[in-house]
C-alpha cells in the first residue's frame, strides 16, 4: 500500500492542524493505521493507531485519530498544540491489531512538517 501524509505546516502554540494520509494499492481497511512523529535528535515514537473496525489507540488526549475507508484515508486531529508537537508526522500501515512499536507497521509514508510556534 501507498501512503502519502498532507497538512503540515506552521501553527501558533494552541492552534490545531488535521493531517491526512492518502491509501493507494492493497486494500485500506484491512490494516491497522497509524501516526508517528519524529523530531529533531529524537526517536519516532507512536502516537496513535486506529483498527479496520475504529478501535484506537492514542498516547496524546488532545490528538484524535480516525479514518475513512470508503475514502481510503486517515485523518489525526490535533488540537491545543504545542512546541513540543513540533515533529515530522508520519502515517503508517501495519497488518496487526493496534501495535505500538514502528516494526509492527509494514508500509510508511513519506511524512509532513508540523512547526508550533510559542
Known amino acids: 500500500v501507498q501512503l502519502q501524509a498532507s497538512g503540515g505546516g506552521l501553527v501558533q502554540a494552541g492552534g490545531s492542524l488535521r493531517l491526512s494520509c492518502a491509501a493507494s494499492?492493497?486494500?485500506?481497511?484491512?490494516?491497522?493505521m497509524g501516526w508517528f512523529r519524529q523530531a529533531p535528535g529524537k526517536e519516532r515514537e507512536f502516537v496513535a493507531a486506529i483498527s479496520w473496525d475504529g478501535d484506537y489507540r492514542s498516547v496524546k488526549g488532545r490528538f484524535t485519530i480516525s479514518r475513512d475507508n470508503a475514502k481510503s484515508t486517515l485523518y489525526l486531529q490535533m488540537n491545543s498544540l504545542k512546541p513540543e508537537d513540533t515533529a515530522v508526522y508520519y502515517c503508517?500501515?501495519?497488518?496487526?491489531?493496534?501495535?505500538?512499536?514502528?516494526?509492527?507497521?509494514?508500509?510508511w509514508g513519506q511524512g509532513t512538517q508540523v512547526t508550533v510556534s510559542s
Open positions: 503508517a500501515a501495519g497488518p496487526t491489531y493496534l501495535p505500538t512499536p514502528s516494526y509492527e507497521y509494514a508500509y
Open positions: 494499492g492493497r486494500t485500506f481497511s484491512r490494516y491497522t
